[in-house]
């Protein structure tokens, strides 16, 4: 087990596998005190069965550079494969602005080639590898030194069986024309707005019980401060205040210190000092907004009026559908969005690119009248009126 150390065995590594068809990637990296993960540990993998081919890299390591996997990573005669690639993504963007090109993820590619939803990486070794996985490592600090033999070995398998892995799901797609689905379906992994997390946008994750554009006000410059201050000090947002005490205050809107120090939720570090003066500030912004300054939620979509039995026509059709095509459901369509797509809206996912083709042509001929659902045995099939 290899592991590099210098910016000079990283880029040797790089240049060599600049000469193969795809090398296999993933990160060991660490969240919970952080805002941004911190990367831990690289995994890196070509074909063959040589030492050489598969190695760790150390980024914690003095001096080392990721700058050479980086022009690996912008090489497009290389496809770069990862397994869940999301959170490995981010932390590359965030740390270069890079995005690995072309990029191929074997979860995605697993869930067209009928393995189901949000397979994971130890199921696909077991059933494409035919071999099981070591998990003792897997809730391990890797950003400690040094690593014993267990992690490195636990590591290097989260690039070794992904080699035959993604033979596999490439040959597979290939052999059913699928590629383009999955092509389709990473735009948004690599489009930077997927990870662009803008603090002003961020009350849109608050779940409250109310739309009132005076009480949203508040919630806005609150999940706003809190965004800003834990992007600015690099601490999870849960870590400055969590959801629960953001919508105590914006219900009970404190103007003084003595006022947050009746707060049932809010952590005691929050009732003093920077934090303590950014939220007074944030609730006093959020009630001296204007009315045309007001939140409001987008597109009234929850007034929609769904037809239940027609939703009910939609979820046969889409196990219909995927059954016949070996998809996994939720890779389509998720419950919220038939029942959109029941009540009238076409502006969804399903209704575009790959999916149109294969459910959202017949799902748009049924709300129209012009298909029914015939149950034949044990299938159901699309009858034409």
Known sequence: MKTLTTTQELAAFCTAAASQPYVTVDTEFLRERTYYSKLCLIQLAYPGDGDDCAVL????????????????????????????????????????????????????AAMVCGFG???????????????????TSRFTDWSRRPLTDAQKTYALADVTHLRQIYEHLAADLAKTGRS??????????TDPATYDIRPEEAWRRIKTRTNSGKFLAVVRELAQFRESYAQDNNVPRNRVFK?????????????????????????REARKGAIADGILAAVGRGIDCPPERMPK????????????ALADLLRVLLKAKTENVGVAAKLIANSAELDLIAAGERDV???TGWRLEVFGADALRLCQGEIALAAKGQNVEVVSL
């Open 57 to 108: 890299v150390d980024p914690l390591a003095e001096g080392l550079e990721l700058e050479p996997l980086y022009t690996l990573f912008r090489d497009t005669s290389v496809v770069k494969a990862f397994h869940a690639a999301r959170q490995d993504l981010e932390i590359f963007w965030v740390d270069a602005g890079v995005f690995p090109e072309p990029l191929f993820d074997t979860q995605v």
């Open 117 to 135: 939803e949000q397979v994971g990486y130890e199921t696909l070794v077991r059933k494409i590898c035919r071999q099981g996985l070591d998990k």
């Open 180 to 189: 383009h689905w999955v092509a389709e379906e990473l735009r948004t992994l």
């Open 243 to 267: 959801d629960d005490a953001l919508i105590e205050l914006a219900s009970t809107k404190p103007r003084t210190h003595a006022d947050l120090g009746g707060s049932r939720l809010l952590l």
């Open 297 to 308: 939620v987008k597109n009234g979509r929850e007034n929609l009026q769904v037809n239940p």
């Open 349 to 351: 996912p399903s209704l």
